[in-house]
């Protein structure tokens, strides 16, 4: 929290990286899967936008989907919600890439994680 009692930015963003960390472990991108599949996900693109205050001893919430996806390319995007304001407090818009532990490059995603990004 700030001096005026209000979450900090490098708050808001911790809750959103947690929020989807969350999410992709749901999702079976864990330990296991990296180690199985030689398979990252790295972040290309983050934006944050704030919509209104978290001020200090409310309680919140993160809520993560993804909107849209590729073979190797994720987006989506987290909210916090002030559950006391009953009001979104900020949005996280994310790009996120799968790529080879080892090559370096994007790669994609394996199996079951891909069948969660494929339309249905």
């Known amino acids: 929290m700030d001096d ?3 979450l900090r930015v490098r708050g808001s963003f911790d809750l ?5 960390e969350s999410f992709f472990n749901r999702l079976g991108f864990d330990e296991d899967y990296r180690a ?3 398979l990252t996900i790295f ?3 983050d934006r944050l936008t704030y919509v209104d205050e978290v001020r200090d001893g409310e309680h919140v919430t993160v809520h993560v989907c993804a909107t849209s996806a590729s073979d190797s390319v994720v987006r989506g995007r987290s ?4 559950q006391m304001r009953r009001a979104v407090a900020s949005v996280l818009y994310f790009v996120d890439a799968s790529a080879g532990l080892h090559s370096r490059r994007l790669e ?3 199996d079951p994680l891909a069948g969660e990004f494929r339309p249905p």
Not at 16 to 20: K, N, Q, R, S, T
Not at 79 to 82: G, T
């Open 4 to 6: 005026n009692g209000h």
């Open 16 to 20: 959103h990286m947690l929020g989807c």
């Open 36 to 38: 199985h599949n030689g």
């Open 43 to 45: 972040s290309l693109d």
């Open 79 to 82: 909210a916090i919600v002030n």
């Open 108 to 110: 994609p995603f394996a």
